[in-house]
Nanobody, 125 residues
Framework: QVQLIESGGGLVQAGGSLRLSCAAS????????MGWFRQAPGKEREFVAA???????TGYAESVKGRFSISKDNALTEDLLMNNLKPEDTAVYYC???????????????????WGQGTQVTVSS
């Protein structure tokens, strides 16, 4: 089993920045694709950013392109740097990991097996 723990959430003013981190414990051997998702109150969980197993390929939701940057430090550690935050970015952010079967990253909730508990990001206007 793999346990994922997010950190770095908090309250920030619009236009500010935050860095989220995700670290793993448990059976961390192997190669994993990783991603970030978010869920606002009353809404479904949505894709934010993803990275493939070696960090060579990344993908972003249109709403965060040019503002967010995902990076992967090792097999099961990733960061999400969020710049120019907007009130609509307010949500609980979740880290996800999936054993890599290809060089691709994954953008759908059902494609991930392991999830963190989430960290709250609140952007005030």
């Amino acid at each position: 089993q793999v346990q994922l723990i997010e950190s770095g959430g908090g309250l920030v003013q619009a236009g500010g920045s935050l860095r989220l981190s995700c670290a793993a414990s448990g059976r961390t051997s192997g190669t994993y694709a990783m991603g970030w998702f978010r869920q606002a109150p009353g809404k479904e969980r949505e894709f934010v950013a993803a990275v493939n197993w070696n960090g060579g390929r990344t993908g972003y939701a249109e709403s965060v392109k040019g503002r967010f940057s995902i990076s992967k430090d090792n097999a099961l550690t990733e960061d999400l740097l969020m710049n120019n935050l907007k009130p609509e970015d307010t949500a609980v952010y979740y880290c996800a990991a999936e054993p890599a079967l290809s060089h691709n990253y994954y953008t759908r909730v059902y494609e991930y097996t392991y999830w963190g508990q989430g960290t709250q990001v609140t952007v005030s206007s």
